[in-house]
């Protein structure tokens, strides 16, 4: 193939690259830049050509690494992860180009970007600490109380009774915390084997499990449900740690307040010829920007007083991935300092 054939081919190769590509001389003058880079690197688009990369670049760290590769004698390749001011993070490869008889002529750079992969390892290292800090506090309460029955307070039988009910409260919060990992970590939901579900009775189940949370934060807790309503289809266990996701959620919110009426309720109605579980609560409300965030996973309300609240963040997502097998849905109103309301609405 002709050269001049061939450059005409590389050269359009380079020109539509989605990564950026760009490459100097050895005295640091731009000799081409596709699109990709000219926008990337702040280069007035065709009009770079021949200038010093370090005058025309708006990407200080990246210039400063690609000169130093035709400047420094013996470096043939560099690597170096650029952030920019908006938070994009871009991998930039830089390889020194040399002529036929081994002398330096400059250096090409091609950047590619890593901003999800960034964003994973960033998420990762916050779930980790946060995890780390969800199993520190059982942990460390467990640890004090049986430290204090081995000191001798066991020989009390109320005290024992009540510090044995704590560690027994304490180890099912991190089961909980366990099986929410579990249940998050699985590539696909297992099928749902559906039967006909009675919604009271799952309702008054999660009420039973969460109302000694509730008696603790002195919320009042209210369950109305008629076992008179037509059954819905799906997997009983799984239905109940939806409801029960979304109560304890419900409670914990209400337990941020400090003036004001602690209440919950839920309440199971017909509407439409489908069924709605209603979980409406006293407390503190999410900020409108982050109410349709509150389903994705590992998400946690970060304005407001609920930004104070602990959980891995999977809670809500768990729910909204039963209630979907099950053709359901799952909705909320919520307004700051107002409270709550969560509907899941399932076919019958």
């Given at each position: 193939m002709p050269r001049q054939v061939l450059g005409k081919l590389v050269e359009q190769l380079v020109e539509h690259l989605d990564e950026a590509c760009v490459g100097i001389d050895k005295e640091g003058r731009v000799q081409f830049?596709?699109?990709?880079?000219?926008?990337?690197?702040?280069?007035?688009?065709?009009?770079?050509?021949?200038?010093?990369?370090?005058?025309?670049?708006?990407?200080?760290?990246?210039?400063?690494?690609?000169?130093?590769?035709?400047?420094?004698?013996?470096?043939?390749?560099?690597?170096?992860?650029?952030?920019?001011?908006?938070?994009?993070?871009?991998?930039?490869?830089?390889?020194?180009?040399?002529?036929?008889?081994?002398?330096?002529?400059?250096?090409?750079?091609?950047?590619?970007?890593?901003?999800?992969?960034?964003?994973?390892?960033?998420?990762?290292?916050?779930?980790?600490?946060?995890?780390?800090?969800?199993?520190?506090k059982p942990l460390t309460s467990v640890k004090g109380y049986v430290e204090t029955l081995l000191e001798g307070a066991y020989t009390d039988p109320a005290i024992c009774r009540r510090f044995l009910?704590?560690?027994?409260?304490?180890?099912?919060?991190?089961?909980?915390?366990?099986?929410?990992?579990?249940?998050?970590?699985?590539?696909?939901?297992?099928?749902?084997?559906?039967?006909?579900?009675?919604?009271?009775?799952?309702?008054?189940?999660?009420?039973d499990r969460l109302s000694p949370f509730a008696l603790q934060k002195n919320i009042q807790l209210d369950v109305h449900a008629d076992d008179r309503l037509p059954p819905v289809m799906g997997d009983e266990a799984q239905l109940g740690q939806a409801i029960t996701n979304l109560l304890d959620n419900a409670l914990k919110f209400t337990g941020?307040?400090?003036?004001?009426?602690?209440?919950?309720?839920?309440?199971?109605?017909?509407a439409n010829g489908r069924l709605l579980v209603k979980i409406e609560d006293t407390g503190v409300g999410i900020p409108p920007d982050e109410q349709a965030k509150v389903f994705e996973r590992f998400y946690r309300v970060t304005h407001g007083p609920a930004a104070v609240l602990g959980g891995t963040g999977l809670g809500l997502s768990i729910a909204t991935d039963i209630v979907r097998a099950m053709d359901g849905t799952i909705d909320v109103a919520s307004a700051p300092g107002r409270g709550s309301t969560f509907t899941v609405n399932l076919p019958v």
């Open positions: 830049a596709n699109p990709a880079a000219s926008a990337l690197l702040g280069l007035r688009p065709g009009g770079a050509r021949g200038e010093k990369i370090w005058d025309v670049s708006s990407v200080p760290d990246f210039t400063r690494a690609f000169s130093r590769l035709v400047k420094e004698s013996g470096v043939t390749r560099r690597e170096q992860v650029i952030v920019l001011p908006d938070q994009r993070a871009f991998l930039a490869q830089m390889f020194a180009v040399r002529g036929p008889e081994g002398r330096l002529s400059g250096a090409v750079a091609v950047l590619r970007d890593m901003t999800s992969l960034n964003k994973i390892e960033q998420d990762m290292t916050s779930f980790v600490s946060r995890m780390s800090q969800e199993l520190k009910q704590v560690i027994n409260d304490e180890t099912n919060r991190m089961a909980r915390l366990l099986v929410g990992l579990l249940d998050a970590s699985g590539a696909a939901p297992a099928p749902m084997e559906k039967k006909p579900i009675s919604v009271a009775a799952v309702m008054r189940g999660a009420a941020l307040v400090e003036d004001g009426p602690r209440r919950v309720t839920m309440r199971a109605e017909m």
